[in-house]
C-alpha cells in the first residue's frame, strides 16, 4: 500500500520513518511512503501557500492553488506507477475520531493520500471540491496534521506481516476483536519481585490455563475501571461471558 503525505515539513517525517520496529514496513515497502511540499507548487519567489483569512481574524489560511497542483501531481504519479487511485484523507477537528477499526480498515486497502494542514486551516473550496475523508484523534487541536499522519501511519504499519517480532502481538492489543474490544491486562517482567512488590502469583505458576484466566479477568477489571464505555459495547454485543459479568459483580482490586 502507498500513502501520499501532503505537508509544509517533510523533514519531521524522516525520523519517523527510520525508527523502531514499524521502520520494517517502510523499508520494505509494504507501507510506501511518499512526501509532497506543497510550497514545490506555489508560484512567486517566496513560494506562498497561505494568506490572511477573508472577514479578518487571527492566523493564516493555506491557499487552495498549491495544494490543488501538489494534489494532481500525485494522482499523476499514482496513476503511472499504479493505476488505481487513492482518497484524500484531510486530519480535522470534524473529522471521525480514528479507532482500531478505522486502523483496520486504511491497513487492508491501497493507501490514501494524507493532507497535514498548519495554520488557521486551509480554504473551504479545496476541502469541498478535493477532500474524501477526514480523521480527528479526539476532541484538542495539534499545530498541523503531521502528528496524526504519524499516528496513522505507525498505526497500520504495525497491523503489516513480518512487521512485529510476533507476527500475533498486535491481536492481543488494547481494542482488537480479540480481545472482544477491551484494553489489554496489566504487564510485568524481572524482577519478580521489585521495591517489595511482586508479580501476580499466576503468571509465575507456569500453567498456561490458569494464566490466561488470570489474563481474562484482568483484562474485564481494567477496562471497566478506565473505559467502562468499552464495557458497555462488549455487553451491548454480547461479548462478555457469564465468568466475566460475575467477576464484575465481585469486589474490586483499588489497584488496578
Known amino acids: 500500500m502507498r500513502f501520499d503525505v501532503i505537508t509544509l515539513f517533510p523533514e519531521l517525517f524522516a525520523p519517523f520513518l527510520a525508527s523502531g520496529v514499524t521502520r520494517r514496513a517502510y523499508a520494505s515497502g509494504q507501507v510506501a511512503v511518499q512526501l509532497w511540499n506543497p510550497r514545490d507548487f ?139 474490544g477491551l484494553l489489554d491486562c496489566p504487564h510485568y517482567t524481572r524482577p519478580d519481585v521489585w521495591q517489595g512488590e511482586g508479580v501476580p502469583a499466576e503468571l509465575l505458576s507456569g500453567h498456561h490455563a490458569q494464566i490466561e484466566q488470570w489474563r481474562r479477568s484482568q483484562r474485564v477489571l481494567f477496562t471497566a475501571r478506565h473505559r467502562p464505555d468499552l464495557i458497555a459495547a462488549a455487553r451491548a454485543a454480547g461479548r462478555l461471558s457469564p465468568a466475566d459479568e460475575a467477576q464484575l459483580r465481585a469486589p474490586q482490586d483499588s489497584r488496578l
Open 42 to 180: 506555489a508560484e512567486g519567489n517566496y513560494r506562498r501557500v497561505d494568506d490572511r483569512p477573508f472577514g479578518g481574524g487571527p492566523g493564516m489560511v493555506m491557499l487552495a492553488e498549491p495544494l490543488a497542483l501538489c494534489l494532481a501531481a500525485i494522482r499523476a504519479a499514482r496513476a503511472e506507477n499504479e493505476g488505481a487511485q487513492a482518497p484524500l484523507v484531510l486530519f480535522s477537528p470534524i473529522g471521525q475520531r480514528l479507532d482500531h477499526a478505522g486502523v483496520e480498515q486504511w491497513g487492508q486497502g491501497a493507501g490514501a493520500v494524507l493532507l497535514c494542514g498548519r495554520y488557521e486551516g486551509i480554504d473551504q473550496r479545496f476541502i469541498d471540491r478535493f477532500v474524501d475523508a477526514q480523521i480527528s484523534l479526539g476532541d484538542f487541536v495539534l499545530s498541523g496534521g503531521e502528528i496524526a499522519a504519524m499516528a496513522l501511519l505507525d498505526a497500520v504499519a504495525r497491523l503489516q506481516p513480518g512487521v512485529l517480532h510476533d507476527a500475533g502481538s498486535h491481536a492481543l492489543d488494547s481494542f482488537n476483536p480479540a480481545l472482544d
